[in-house]
């Protein structure tokens, strides 16, 4: 794989880390905020994407420092 792919994975996985964190926050701020009229099935799914999305950022986040790492490997 090229430098150049390499580089443009690791922005790709960063931006989606934080796109994913961003998504979450909002999930888990929308479970949490009383008297919006949320059964607990649905407070229990948003608390349940929330996770999701979480351990996607989590993924994603894992997977561009494994890219930053042999973009460092290369260059040496």
Do not use: W
Not at 44 to 55: I, Q, W
Request: hydrophobic share 45%.
């Amino acid at each position: 794989m090229n430098k150049n792919r390499m580089k443009s994975l690791k922005e790709d996985y960063k931006h989606f880390a934080f796109t994913l964190l961003a998504v979450s926050t909002f999930l888990y701020i929308g479970a949490v905020l009383p008297d919006q009229g949320l059964t607990l099935g649905q407070k229990s799914t948003m608390f349940l994407a929330d996770c999701v999305f979480l351990a996607g950022a989590f993924f994603c986040a894992d997977r561009s420092l494994i890219y930053k790492k042999r973009l460092e490997e290369a260059d040496e």
